[in-house]
């Protein structure tokens, strides 16, 4: 019988629909069922494509025996911390404090009024590895509960007291200027992996955000040492295990220091990340291997993320069925050269075998190899490479495929927005900038309320109980703002302005200019969740300071532009010790130090071929965080283009930065010249 899961939204609760656990959904429901109960809450906090969690699910939810023992002696809540980061952060900063690590599965147990006194992550069934099993996690839990809740709660009461001693205090609200960039790029440079591009030891995450910042910190100062770390990391991952070489797209991790074997699942965020990260990269040095991997990245998360409603779903999972019923991880992606064989023939399995560095003993497990790109002595037929990986990627697809999570998140579509725009406006793929587009719409139509707040997520078309958080308003802004830029349409300005007043009027400490994760007016948890470091998305308070830098940019608005500098005193503060976690702070800090400039075109109409000519100059301009308002002579649809006229009759372009204009220009050249240098 299903428990009460079976009516959300998540595809995470979902998996755990038919659980014996009798599970609740976070809710005031469920503590005040453990308050006339007497008992404890078991949290346990997850995501649809965590391994583990597949695990923990199969050894402990899915057993009868020890779904008693928790039905008997707690309230269980289920949570997908996708769908509610709010909760995640508060009891992960918990789980981190007192463990000195964290991870999913989070399994955390609470007093019933959300105090948190144990926490662990994964338990397994019997006892291995020094780890107790679950069983005499819960045993114990239980006993203390009953034998010593005096000195449980007073533990809880502690925790919680820590944790709001915790208060960010990060100096002063001033910006970073020339020396913090260059110190952090002296920090990034220290903990570069030269032989191998990226930054640190295994596992090591697609720096995107460090990236962004290399590449801004390069077009700005003409570093040459920001440049080559960034073009050489893009060029490794490309080429390594983490990248999809048959289907294009990221996985979330390598578990190596080489990028040759991933963390399966992939991310929208990622995807959408790096998509734009290699754009950019293109932009930049006219690199085809960076063409190459944008719009492949692209056409994957319009191929196989995107819903029947035009959102995009949040993750592919990393397991899926090998054949024989059974669920392994990257069983979808990884070949033997037996299989190579059976698909391709002796001849050309040989060829796929030398082109994708596929070996007899394997790169991964039970002889099978991720594919890569490894760098080779001889020259290969281009069309027939170009054949082999048709044929096995035709032959991959008649694989059982990944499971999808088919919820939309807000801010990850907000992410996609940016990228797909652009990646679309660079190469003349206007139907990703129409995807683009579509998944916008999604987001106002469905996710936008009257007085414009933002619901975090939907799924097949219904829309989430959840409120968004700080990085919702902030990346749908983003994407807003790039949608404006690309398309020249003055609604999405307009929608990213509604978004970031919310922000400077219920995410910003008015005292401070700090920023919080939660609104004002959100569900009160143990404390109010504040992160400012960029992890594998960017933190809401980095994203935010980078939409009110370009959206005050784009219309004079004083206030943004004021609360954009004062929430980068954070950056100031961070970016010279840990570079690598606040890099899109960093970027956005280029951004601001360089103006940024505003560039503004106009002509007679918008596809008038001289017009467009230097729309999409002004677009592939690599000065940080250049705002873009192009458009039709006396159109009123955007700020920028106020009494600008066309010069002698023919389309120009106007730049201003730091309230100072540029003689306009109709020329491209000039235009290209103002906007790299």
């Given at each position: 019988m299903p428990n009460r899961l079976a009516h959300e939204t998540s595809p995470y609760l979902l998996q755990h629909a038919d659980n014996p656990v009798d599970w609740w959904p976070w809710s005031e429901a469920a503590f005040a069922e453990a308050r006339e109960r007497g008992v404890p809450v078991h949290l346990s906090v997850g995501y649809s494509s965590c391994h583990w969690c597949h695990v923990l699910a199969r050894e402990s939810f899915e057993d009868q025996e020890t779904a008693d023992y928790l039905n008997a002696h707690f309230v269980n809540i289920k949570v997908d911390r996708e769908e509610r980061p709010d909760v995640d952060a508060v009891y992960m900063e918990a789980v981190q404090a007192a463990t000195g690590q964290g991870g999913w599965p989070m399994t955390v147990f609470l007093t019933p009024d959300a105090e948190p006194f144990y926490f662990g992550t994964y338990f397994p069934p019997a006892p291995r590895h020094g780890m107790p099993s679950f069983r005499q996690v819960l045993e114990g839990v239980r006993s203390a509960w009953a034998d010593r809740r005096d000195e449980v709660t007073e533990v809880a009461e502690k925790i919680v007291r820590d944790l709001a001693g915790r208060e960010i205090s990060?100096?002063?609200?001033?910006?970073?200027?020339?020396?913090?960039?260059?110190?952090?790029l002296l920090g990034l440079t220290r903990e570069y992996d030269a032989q191998r591009g990226g930054f640190g030891g295994a596992p090591k995450f697609p720096p995107s955000m460090a990236v962004e910042f290399l590449l801004r910190h390069h077009a700005r100062t003409g570093s040459e040492g920001a440049l080559q770390m960034a073009r050489d990391t893009c060029e490794r991952m490309a080429r390594g295990g983490i990248y999809d070489q048959l289907g294009g797209g990221f996985a979330r991790y390598s578990v190596d220091r080489e990028w040759v074997v991933p963390h399966f699942e992939k991310m929208l965020y990622d995807n959408a990340l790096l998509c734009r990260v290699y754009a950019h990269l293109w932009r930049s040095t006219g690199s085809e291997l960076a063409r190459r991997v944008a719009l492949e990245t692209a056409d994957f998360m319009v191929r196989e993320l995107r819903t029947n409603e035009g959102g995009f779903a949040s993750a592919l999972d990393a397991d899926s069925d090998d054949g024989s019923g059974k669920h392994v991880e990257g069983a979808y992606y990884v070949w033997t050269p037996a299989q190579l064989t059976e698909v391709l023939g002796e001849a050309d399995a040989e060829l796929a075998a030398q082109y994708f560095g596929v070996t007899d003993e394997g790169t991964f497990e039970e002889g099978a190899s991720v594919l890569q790109l490894p760098q080779h002595e001889g020259v290969f037929d281009a069309e027939k490479v170009e054949s082999v990986r048709r044929r096995l990627l035709a032959a991959r697809a008649e694989r059982p495929a990944p499971g999808r999570d088919d919820k939309v998140?807000?801010?990850?579509?907000?992410?996609?927005?940016?990228?797909?725009?652009?990646?679309?406006?660079?190469?003349?793929?206007?139907?990703?900038?129409?995807?683009?587009?579509?998944?916008?719409?999604?987001?106002?139509?469905?996710?936008?309320?009257?007085?414009?707040?933002?619901?975090?997520?939907?799924?097949?078309?219904?829309?989430?109980?959840?409120?968004?958080?700080?990085?919702?308003?902030?990346?749908?802004?983003?994407?807003?703002?790039?949608?404006t830029a690309v398309t020249g349409e003055g609604v999405w300005l307009e929608f990213a302005g509604f978004l970031l007043d919310h922000v400077l009027v219920r995410f910003v400490d008015e005292e401070s200019g700090a920023l919080y994760d939660t609104a004002s007016d959100a569900e009160r948890l143990i404390r109010r969740p504040q992160d400012p470091t960029d992890n594998a998305v960017p933190s809401g308070w980095t994203a935010a300071a980078g939409a009110l830098l370009s959206y005050a940019a784009q219309t004079g608005a004083e206030p943004h532009r004021t609360a954009a500098e004062r929430a980068l005193g954070v950056v100031k503060a961070l970016g010279p010790r840990v570079p690598r976690f606040i890099g899109w702070g960093l970027a956005v800090a280029e951004a601001l130090l360089d103006g940024p400039r505003e560039v503004a075109v106009v002509g007679p109409a918008l596809d008038d071929p001289a017009t467009k000519a230097l729309h999409r100059t002004a677009l592939l301009g690599t000065a940080p965080g250049a705002v873009v308002a192009a458009g039709a002579v006396g159109s009123d649809e955007l700020p920028l283009l106020a009494d600008r006229p066309l010069v002698g009759g023919e389309p120009a372009a106007y730049i201003c930065r730091n309230f100072t204009c540029d003689a306009p220009t109709t020329e491209v050249e000039r235009l290209r010249s103002a906007l790299n240098g």
């Open positions: 990060y100096g002063d609200s001033q910006a970073p200027g020339e020396e913090e960039l260059a110190q952090a998140v807000a801010a990850w579509n907000g992410l996609a927005i940016a990228a797909l725009a652009e990646t679309g406006a660079y190469f003349d793929r206007p139907d990703l900038v129409e995807a683009a587009v579509a998944a916008a719409d999604l987001l106002v139509r469905l996710h936008l309320d009257e007085q414009a707040r933002l619901a975090r997520t939907s799924k097949d078309g219904h829309v989430g109980a959840n409120a968004g958080v700080l990085e919702d308003y902030a990346d749908v802004a983003e994407g807003f703002l790039a949608l």
